[in-house]
């Protein structure tokens, strides 16, 4: 496999991108050191929200073990439901995470049910714990979506635009090649590349943008738990989209349509609604 990935418009090349660090015999992925870093980033954001609006760091270690390792068979449930065709003739393959293979609403809706279930138990308003830990989740996902550029995953179609990024073609499932890109393939040095949207930068960056917005709003939220929903209104809006230039979507079956763009609505429209009532309510108590 050839381990080039460039971006040529930006005038970067990088030689050697691998996929696995060893040491000694034992490999361990980037995909899986990446998502570790977003995971832990996310945890010491939100206990540091934690301390500075007079809440316990602690409760949200607590709620740590627990919504991670639920977030991630969420995450990886979800991802083998639609893609279903590739695991029921190797059962074995559900477990085998290093290839990459979660899907982030299924890990987010993991994490909300988990969040829950915790804050009945520990006696937490649902909605703090929520706008806390969202703002960990959202750092998360902005370093974790790192992942899929060490595993050449999760781009989008064909383009020549400014952030368009070549990826040969040995390194890439050809099952998410498109025909667009096929016809335009770039040879250099020998290697046979494609061009494509670099999808997780666009959410990596969408994030980072989101993320600045939410902590200078957090201050200014009407009640607990809009932060949250301000998430997911903005990463439903930036999610859509990005999830429209993919080229390995999930499908709804029968339907065809990507699972990803309909739930990216519905939180929309549930979200939204759920602000304007929150509001409203707030409103009318005063």
């Not at 609006?53 to 919504?67: G, H, M, R, W």
């Not at 065809?256 to 519905?266: D, I, Q, R």
Request: proline letters at 2%.
């Amino acid at each position: 496999m050839d381990y080039n990935i460039n971006f040529p418009h930006l005038h970067i090349f990088l030689d050697h991108v691998g996929k696995t660090v060893y040491i000694g015999n034992f490999g361990i992925a980037y995909y899986g050191i990446v998502i570790a870093l977003g995971m832990l980033a996310g945890l010491l954001l939100a206990c540091l929200i934690a301390k500075k609006t007079e809440q316990n760091p602690d409760t949200y270690f607590d709620l740590a073990i627990v919504a991670i390792i639920c977030s991630v068979i969420g995450a990886r449930i979800y991802y083998v439901i639609f893609r279903w065709d590739i695991y029921r003739d190797n059962l074995l393959g559900i477990f085998n995470l290093r290839q990459g293979g979660l899907a982030i609403y299924g890990g987010v809706i993991a994490a909300i049910i988990t969040t829950f279930v915790f804050s009945k138990v520990k006696k937490i308003p649902f909605g703090r714990l929520c706008d806390t830990a969202g703002l960990g989740l959202i750092l998360g996902q902005i370093i974790g979506r790192w992942g899929n550029f060490f595993n050449r995953e999760a781009f989008g179609g064909y383009t020549d635009g400014l952030f368009a990024m070549q990826l040969p073609i040995s390194a890439v499932r050809y099952s998410e090649i498109t025909e667009e890109q096929l016809q335009n393939t770039v040879v250099i040095d020998g290697i046979t590349y494609i061009q494509a949207h670099p999808t997780f930068l666009y959410e990596s960056l969408w994030n980072l943008a989101l993320l600045i917005l939410l902590l200078a709003f957090f201050r200014k939220r009407a009640f607990e738990g809009e932060v949250f929903l301000w998430y997911l209104a903005g990463y439903g809006i930036g999610r859509f989209w990005i999830e429209s230039l993919r080229t390995d979507q999930l499908l709804l079956p029968g339907i065809g349509y990507p699972v990803s763009m309909a739930m990216a609505v519905l939180l929309v429209i549930v979200a939204a609604t759920w602000i304007v009532t929150g509001r409203v309510r707030k409103r009318q108590q005063k």
